[in-house]
C-alpha cells in the first residue's frame, strides 16, 4: 500500500473528552512497540466500514517517547463524511484497526528561541504531543488555545494543571474571551517560532496577522487538514492503466481510485504533503483546486492536481496514471 | 582553478527593505554603504525612525560614507572602528530585540558571514535576513585540515595561514563557520600545486 505499511491495532481504550470528542488509543496486535515519533506527527487511520474504506488522518497526542500505544481525539464533525461518525458511532473497545506510521507535516523548528503555540478547538491535539516534547527538552514554550464553550474544549483543565497557568493560556468565545493576537505577535523576543492548527478562518487570520506585525513568514507555521469537500460527480479516464473512474458526490478521486485497486501515493490525504501529486494530459473543464500544496502558478498552468482534496467539473480529464 | 556548481554557495538577493517590519537593523560594511544609500527613497521618516545603522568603513575608508550614512537620520546610528566592534554591538542589539525585526547585512562576503553568525546564534532564520553582496570578492576560507581561518583571500590556491598547506578555494559554504572550505591541492604529490590565480578580487 502507497502510504507505507500498515500496522495492525487494537483499540483499547474508547474516553469521551468533551462535547463530540473522544479520545482513541491504540496498541500494536503483536503486543510490540510503536515506532516513536516527533510532536506534531500524524497517522491515517483505515476505517473499514462494511468493506467501503475510509483514510482519514488524525494528530498524535500521546507522548512521543511513549512507545506502548498511540492516542488520537476525534471530534464529531457535524457535516461528517462519514470518518469521524465511524469513529464515535461504530469504534468499540476490542476493535481491530489499522493505523500508518506517523508522518510529521507540522515539525517544530528546533532552532527556535521560543515556540508560540495558537490552538484553536480540536487543534490542540497536535499541540499536546508537542508539548511533552518541549518540556522534556526544556524548551521555552506557551500555548493560547481557543475554544468555543467550556465543555466543548477538550483537555483545558489537564493541560494548566500540567503546564501552569504561566504557560497554557484558555479563551473561551462564549465568555467573550478572545487571543489577542496582535499583542501578542509584538511582544514576542527575537527568535520566535509561531504554530497555528485550527479553523482555517483562524489559520488565515494569525498568519496573516503576523505577516503584517512584521514577522519573517519562516518563523510562522500552520497545520490544517483539508478533508475532501462534497462536489458534483464526474468522470477521469487514467491514460496509463486504461480505466474509467467516476467520482461520486462523497468520494474524493483519490478514494474513488483506491476504490478501483489502483495503488496510488498518499501520505496526508488533507493537501498538504505533495504525496499524491497527480500529472493532468488532458482537461476540458475546470479543476477545483483544494490544496495548499501546489503553487498559485502550478494550479493556473492546469497540469498537476491533488488527488486527495481537488475535484473536476466539465467534459474530460485525463490523468497520467 | 575553482569548483563551482555547489548547492551551499549563498545567493545575496539585495537589500529590499520590509515596509511592514516593526523595527530595521542595517549592519554595513564599506562599499555596503551604498546598498543602502541607494534605497534612500524607499525610506520614508516612519522607516527611519525605527531603523538602526551599524556601519564599518574597512578598505572605504575616506570615501566619507560614514557621513552619508548618518545624515539618512536614522533613530541610532553607529561607526565602529573594526568588525569585531560592530558585531558586538550587533549581538547587543539582537539580544533584547523583538519579533518584528528585520536584519539587513550587506559587505563583503566575509563580514556578511560573520554578522549572520550572530543572527542565527539569536535564533533568526537565515532565510529571513536580508543581504547584499558589496565590495570586494575576496573569500573568508576556513582551511579543512587545520580549521584555522584565513580573512580576504583573493588567490586560489592559497597558503593557508595558519598551518601553511596550499589549498584550493571550493564554493563549499559553512553558514555555521561563516567560511568557505579550503582544502589542500597537491595532497599526494607535494610540492605540485598550480600557480595561485586572482579569482576573487
Avoid at chain 1, 519562516?218 to 468522470?235: I, M, T, V, W
Avoid at chain 1, 501515493?265 to 477545483?288: H, S
Wanted: with cysteine; aromatic share 8%; glycine share 10%.
Amino acid at each position: 500500500m502507497s502510504g507505507g505499511i500498515e500496522i495492525p491495532v487494537r483499540v483499547t481504550q474508547v474516553t469521551p473528552v468533551a462535547h463530540r470528542i473522544k479520545r482513541f488509543r491504540f496498541e500494536r496486535l503483536d503486543g510490540g512497540p510503536m515506532p516513536y515519533f516527533s510532536g506534531g506527527a500524524h497517522i491515517i487511520v483505515s476505517m473499514n466500514d462494511n468493506g467501503h474504506v475510509r483514510r482519514n488522518a488524525y494528530s498524535l497526542m500521546s507522548p512521543p517517547y511513549d512507545c506502548s500505544a498511540y492516542e488520537i481525539s476525534v471530534l464529531h464533525v457535524e457535516d461528517s463524511r462519514g470518518g469521524s461518525s465511524f469513529m464515535h458511532e461504530k469504534v468499540r473497545e476490542g476493535d481491530e484497526m489499522r493505523v500508518s506510521h506517523p508522518v510529521n507535516l507540522f515539525q517544530p523548528d528546533w532552532r527556535g528561541r521560543k515556540h508560540l503555540l495558537i490552538a484553536g478547538g480540536i487543534g490542540i491535539t497536535p499541540f499536546i504531543a508537542m508539548m511533552e516534547q518541549f518540556s522534556r527538552e526544556g524548551a521555552h514554550f506557551e500555548l493560547h488555545y481557543a475554544v468555543r464553550t467550556r465543555d466543548r474544549g477538550a483537555y483545558c483543565e489537564d493541560l494548566v494543571a500540567r503546564y501552569g497557568p504561566h504557560r497554557v493560556k484558555i479563551y473561551c468565545d462564549a465568555e467573550d474571551n478572545r487571543i489577542p493576537v496582535a499583542r501578542l505577535l509584538d511582544s514576542q523576543p527575537l527568535g520566535t517560532h509561531l504554530y497555528v492548527c485550527g479553523p482555517a478562518g483562524m489559520i488565515d487570520g494569525v498568519l496573516k496577522a503576523g505577516l503584517e506585525a512584521g514577522w519573517p513568514e519562516q518563523n510562522l507555521h500552520s497545520e490544517r487538514f483539508l478533508s475532501s469537500q462534497p462536489g458534483k460527480p464526474f468522470s477521469i479516464e487514467l491514460t496509463r492503466s486504461g480505466k474509467t473512474i467516476h467520482v461520486g458526490h462523497h468520494e474524493s478521486m483519490l478514494e474513488a481510485i483506491e476504490a478501483a485497486g489502483i495503488d496510488v501515493p498518499f501520505l496526508c490525504r488533507g493537501g498538504a504533503c505533495g504525496q499524491c501529486e497527480t500529472m493532468v494530459t488532458v482537461c476540458d473543464g475546470k479543476l477545483l483546486h483544494n490544496d495548499v500544496y501546489l503553487s498559485d502558478e502550478e494550479k493556473a498552468s492546469g497540469r498537476k492536481v491533488m488527488l486527495c482534496v481537488s475535484r473536476f467539473e466539465g467534459n474530460a480529464l485525463h490523468l497520467d496514471l | 582553478m575553482l569548483v563551482e556548481g555547489i548547492k551551499s554557495r549563498p545567493v545575496y538577493k539585495g537589500l529590499s527593505i520590509q515596509p511592514r517590519s516593526r523595527r530595521h537593523i542595517f549592519a554595513l560594511e564599506g562599499e555596503g554603504a551604498h546598498a543602502l544609500l541607494e534605497r534612500k527613497a524607499e525610506l520614508d521618516d516612519a522607516a527611519l525612525s525605527r531603523s538602526e545603522i551599524l556601519y564599518v568603513a574597512r578598505g572605504s575608508q575616506a570615501k566619507g560614507y560614514d557621513e552619508a550614512l548618518r545624515e539618512l537620520g536614522a533613530q541610532m546610528f553607529f561607526a565602529g572602528p573594526t568588525i569585531a566592534t560592530l558585531l558586538f554591538r550587533l549581538k547587543g542589539t539582537l539580544a533584547t530585540a523583538h519579533m518584528g525585526t528585520r536584519l539587513y547585512i550587506a559587505g563583503t562576503e566575509g563580514f556578511i558571514g560573520q554578522a549572520m553568525m550572530v543572527a542565527l546564534d539569536h535564533g533568526m532564520d537565515h532565510a529571513s535576513i536580508v543581504t547584499e553582496h558589496r565590495g570586494s570578492l575576496a573569500r573568508r576560507v576556513q582551511c579543512v585540515h587545520c580549521k584555522g581561518i584565513t580573512e580576504d583571500v583573493t588567490h586560489s590556491p592559497f597558503p593557508c595561514s595558519h598551518c601553511g598547506l596550499p589549498l584550493l578555494v571550493r564554493d563549499h559554504y559553512s553558514r555555521r563557520l561563516g567560511a568557505f572550505q579550503g582544502v589542500n591541492i597537491d595532497a599526494e604529490e607535494p610540492g605540485s600545486a598550480p600557480d595561485p590565480e586572482e579569482l576573487f578580487l
